[in-house]
């Protein structure tokens, strides 16, 4: 969610300290000439402080209290806020230059997710984008992403939506760090795992929380954030501050995509770098996707339980189906969309053995 912003009074001018100190003479009927007189400073430095040319100093605010009744923290303050000041209101002139890169991100969309709050203020909405991914300008937002690129596989994919997905991961890597996680242990997730696996039978209410907590004890932070329209994303694995990061997206809505998804992560955590992102997509294949892929189908459904399985099955009816998916411990589902997807079951039939999910604020629940 966007952190509620603190109200704050910010002129759009500038008072100089010059110009207070200009005024306090003219209460005071006091000349610049015996302001430098009193104090010991020249008549050049007090004409060029009332001016504007040169600031207050410690050492001159010192000299200020006893002449003109003020303590010298209000002289120093004076200057101090003078600067911020001006330094702010030159960054707004030059960001109001970059309101146009509001228009490359899905920001009707963040704003409804919660990920930055709305603002008629096309300015402040600039500054609420700068403040969601940490940086302080649109120029860093550049750099920032094209050092993960680096990283990224298959990057061009993501080239035509690349404001969209770096949206997405920087809530992924925000909600993450949120997650109290143990040091990564590897025999600790693979446990996990096996745990884990007997939940695809559970409800999103039960599976989650439980998902999350086992894979946190082991060093992994699992964080669910929905897609951004067009991006096609709907899984991704990283490594932040020394944690393995699944970010999941539900944009496959159904329980054996989600599971597969699931575990394809956790496939990647095993067995590939902690230097790689890796972000899923229809139609992405290479090597360690293939062996991330292979991990997840093996894993949810054993090789030799699905031999013997298609042996005595008759590729009709789904009551086999569902005993099948009873014995080795997970959801029916499951069996179903393998069975698809290896085209020994059309895609139109045995969907009625699966669970769809609808969104809710950040997690799934069961519609069907």
Known sequence: MAKAQINEYLPDYLTSPGEVLEDYLDAYGMTQAELALRTGLSKKTINEIIKGKSPITPETALKFERPLGRPAHFWNNLERQYQEDKVRLAEKERLESHLDWLNRFPVKD????????????????????????????????????????????QTNRFEAHAEAISAWLRQGETQAREIDCQPFDSKKFRAALNNIRGLTRQAPEVFIPALVGLCASSG????????????????????????????????YKSNDLFWFTFFHEAGHILKHGHKDIFIEYDGLIDEQEKEADAYARDKLIPPQQLRKFLERWDYRTHAPIEKFADQIGI?????????????LMPPTHGNKLKVFFRWSDTTPKTII
């Open 110 to 153: 963040m704003i409804r997710l919660g990920w930055i709050l709305e603002s008629k203020d096309k300015l402040k909405l600039l500054e609420a984008l700068l403040n969601f991914f940490g940086i302080a300008s649109p120029e860093q937002w550049k750099d920032v992403w094209l050092q993960h690129q680096v990283a990224y596989r």
């Open 220 to 251: 992994v932070a699992v964080v669910f954030v929905p897609e951004l329209p067009k991006t096609g994303v709907f899984g991704a694995t990283r490594w932040i501050s020394g944690k393995g990061v699944i970010q999941l997206s539900l944009y």
């Open 331 to 343: 959801a029916r589902g499951i069996v179903v969309g393998r069975l698809q997807h290896d085209k």
